[in-house]
């Protein structure tokens, strides 16, 4: 026969009970470090990287020279273009220079605005000479 099989100390009292809440805790734990690290790896190698590409692109980008390009463009697809916007304006029957200045303000213009329009029409004079 065999030698008689030791025995085995019993198990501490607080490990026998609520194995499955200590497992569970645990697991959370571990859970909550994981997606701190999931976070964290999405900020510096996903949103820092997008923020500083578009810094950079903010500091280079020039939106009077981009629309200069778009309208080089043969086919025009932007309705803003100085040349679109003159031929609407000849399909309509104006001219760009046709502007009447000899209406007075007072009639057109609410006073609050007439400061704003007196020097706008002083600047298109200006360029129209």
């Not at 809440?21 to 697991?27: D, E, G, Q």
């Not at 679109?84 to 057109?108: F, T």
């Amino acid at each position: 026969m065999s030698a008689p099989a030791a025995k085995l100390p019993r198990p501490p009292e607080h490990m026998l009970r609520y194995m499955a809440h200590i497992r569970a805790k645990s697991l959370v734990f571990s859970a909550m470090g994981v997606s701190g690290l999931i976070g964290l790896s999405f900020y510096f190698f996903y949103v820092e990287v997008r923020r500083k590409a578009y810094m950079e692109f903010g500091k280079n980008y020039n939106p009077y020279q981009r629309m200069r390009e778009i309208c080089e463009y043969p086919v025009k697809y932007m309705h803003s273009c100085p040349s679109e916007l003159a031929k609407r304006l000849e399909e309509k029957g104006v001219l760009i220079g046709d502007r009447d200045y000899s209406i007075p303000l007072d009639d057109v213009v609410p006073e609050s605005r007439k400061k704003e329009f007196m020097m706008a029409n002083a600047f298109e004079r200006f360029m129209n000479r």
